[in-house]
């Protein structure tokens, strides 16, 4: 299997339901790592996984509509505790739509997984791995 990876970040404000969240039920902030891994088992024509510059690109978009807003106001986000775990699979499930849509072009009909992992910090992440 092959494999592209490209990074970004996204800044948010939330906060969480739940005794188990502790002091982060209170609103706060979070700066996050975002690595998007996409798959394939063949390199293309021109011997690439994708293109990456478009694939930063979409990536970057994705993490653009997320940052610098307080998820807890987002209309999409309503009632939803906004985890690390849960954020991973947004985006991963945004990068799929824009694939689809044809928006990493036409080298990318070939990818067949997509892993999108969100940095805490240096000690602790949460992925989300989804087919496509």
Same mark, same amino acid.
């Given at each position: 299997? =092959? ?12 906060? @969480?339901?739940?005794?188990? =969240? ?6 706060? #902030?979070?700066? =996050?790592?975002? %690595? *998007?891994? =996409? ?5 293309? /024509? %021109? +011997? ?5 510059? $478009?694939? #930063?690109?979409?990536? &970057?978009?994705?993490?653009?509509? $997320?940052?610098?807003? +307080? ?5 999409? @986000? *309503?009632?939803? +505790? ?10 991963? %499930?945004? $990068? /799929? ?12 009909? #070939?990818?067949?997984? $997509?892993?999108?992992?969100? &940095? ?10 989804? %087919?496509?």
């Amino acid at each position: 299997m =092959f494999s592209v990876t490209v990074r970004d970040h996204i800044m948010i404000a939330h906060s @969480f339901s739940g005794e188990v =969240f502790g002091p982060a039920q209170k609103l706060h #902030g979070a700066t =996050f790592v975002v %690595d *998007a891994e =996409f798959r394939r088992p063949d390199l293309d /024509a %021109d +011997n690439i996984v994708v293109d990456i510059g $478009l694939a #930063g690109e979409q990536l &970057h978009a994705v993490c653009g509509a $997320l940052s610098y807003r +307080n998820l807890d106001d987002e209309p999409g @986000f *309503a009632g939803v +505790n906004t985890s690390t775990e849960y954020l991973a699979k947004v985006i991963a %499930d945004r $990068l /799929a739509a824009a694939i689809g849509a044809g928006s990493l072009g036409a080298g990318a009909s #070939g990818l067949t997984g $997509l892993r999108v992992t969100l &940095h805490e910090s240096h000690i602790a992440w949460a992925s989300y791995e989804r %087919d496509l």
